[in-house]
Each structure stands twice: as structure tokens, then as C-alpha cells.
T-cell receptor, first 115, second 114 residues
Framework: ETGVTQSPTHLIKTRGQQVTLRCSSQ?????VSWYQQALGQGPQFIFQ???????GRGNFPPRFSGLQFPNYSSELNVNALELDDSALYLC??????????????FGPGTRLLVL | KQEVTQIPAALSVPEGENLVLNCSFT??????LQWFRQDPGKGLTSLLL?????REQTSGRLNASLDKSSGRSTLYIAASQPGDSATYLC?????????????FGSGTRLQVQP
């Protein structure tokens, strides 16, 4: 059973550019969540996808968008990058069950630096 | 709005000490609380998950407790080792219907001195 994988591991962009980050969920998991973690802070929820549809969103502007594919992998897209977008972006997958009992399994993250 | 606070922000202890990390949350309507470990620049590793109906969970040298009514959780680490050095994060899962995102604290950075 493979864990959650993310690509790329590191990325450097300049202000105004666009970026796409990728996540492959753990086998058997149909729900993917994305989080942004600034240096020295806890992760902040961006959005979640379940069966290819957005299933909840945190306090992030529309220039943060995502996709989930039929194999449950996911992309996070950020347009018009700003300096404050520099952070570790974490993807987490989980099996969707009733009652909210499932654990989220996190990938290693993508470190984005915006210059 | 749910807020999660972790105290202390940083902690340095000699090897072998028992220690307690604290987590508090403002809204007691939660499904569960989870403790994670994060090594520098890395992703999160789940340590323990406590359901809202449970009082504690144990895994090896780790024991996590939950007092939902007072909005508090503690992570107890017995006989600390240098390999325990990492940032420890707690996160709560709100009980709102359909709300499955985690709300995290800012973490406690632990250094265990050999």
C-alpha cells in the first residue's frame, strides 16, 4: 500500500505567475484535502475534494482552485502568485466514512517560494 | 469560529524526562482530536486520534487525553529520547455536518537533549 505522494518537492516562482501542485492519494482513499502551512504556523485548510467535487473550502481567495480526477489524485492551482503564498502545501487523503472517524494521512508537502 | 492553542510554543528537556504538551480548543462540538508529529520541512505523521466519546488513547510511550467539556487535550511523552525532537501539532475535527477539515494549533517545538 503506497502512501500519499506530492510533486514537486520544491518550487520557486515569481510574483504574478501561476503554479500547479499535484497529489496522489493513498490507495483506497476517495477524499483529498489541501492545506497551506506558513513557516512557524499550523496548517490552514484550503479546500477538500470528494468524488471529483469540492466539498468544503477555507478562507482562501478564488485564485486558489483545485481538481480531483477519477483515480482520486488531485491538483492545487494558484494563480497570480503573491509573496505571502510562500509556504509548505500539504495534501491529505482519507477514506470517506460516516461519523467523521477517519484519520487523514498527509503527504510530504511541496515547498513553494515566491520571489 | 474554532481556535486551537498549544502551549508551550517551544520546549527543551534532557533525555529521559517525562513531559506534557497542552492543547486547548474553543468549541467543544468536535468529532475527534488528533495529534501529529512534524519533522523540519516534512509532512505530518499521525500519532494518536481520540474520538469525542473517548477520554484517552495510548501508543507506546505516548498517551493522549481529551476533556471535551473543558476544551483541553494533553499529549504525555514518557521517557523522552532525542529522536522525539520534532514539532507536535494538535488538530480538531468540527462536528458540523459535512465539515471534515481539521483546525490546527501552531504546534509545540520539542528539543530533547542527549
Amino acid at each position: 500500500e503506497t502512501g500519499v505522494t506530492q510533486s514537486p518537492t520544491h518550487l520557486i516562482k515569481t510574483r504574478g505567475q501561476q503554479v500547479t501542485l499535484r497529489c496522489s492519494s493513498q490507495s483506497g482513499h476517495n477524499t483529498v484535502s489541501w492545506y497551506q502551512q506558513a513557516l512557524g504556523q499550523g496548517p490552514q485548510f484550503i479546500f477538500q475534494y470528494y468524488r471529483e467535487e469540492e466539498n468544503g473550502r477555507g478562507n482562501f481567495p478564488p485564485r486558489f482552485s483545485g481538481l480531483q480526477f477519477p483515480n482520486y489524485s488531485s491538483e492545487l492551482n494558484v494563480n497570480a502568485l503573491e509573496l505571502d503564498d510562500s509556504a509548505l502545501y500539504l495534501c491529505a487523503s482519507s477514506p470517506r466514512t460516516s461519523g467523521g472517524a477517519e484519520t487523514q494521512y498527509f503527504g510530504p508537502g511541496t515547498r513553494l517560494l515566491v520571489l | 469560529k474554532q481556535e486551537v492553542t498549544q502551549i508551550p510554543a517551544a520546549l527543551s528537556v534532557p533525555e529521559g524526562e517525562n513531559l506534557v504538551l497542552n492543547c486547548s480548543f474553543t468549541d467543544s462540538a468536535i468529532y475527534n482530536l488528533q495529534w501529529f508529529r512534524q519533522d523540519p520541512g516534512k509532512g505530518l505523521t499521525s500519532l494518536l486520534l481520540i474520538q469525542s466519546s473517548q477520554r484517552e488513547q495510548t501508543s507506546g510511550r505516548l498517551n493522549a487525553s481529551l476533556d471535551k467539556s473543558s476544551g483541553r487535550s494533553t499529549l504525555y511523552i514518557a521517557a523522552s529520547q532525542p529522536g522525539d525532537s520534532a514539532t507536535y501539532l494538535c488538530a480538531v475535527r468540527p462536528a458540523s455536518a459535512g465539515r471534515r477539515a481539521l483546525t490546527f494549533g501552531s504546534g509545540t517545538r520539542l528539543q530533547v537533549q542527549p
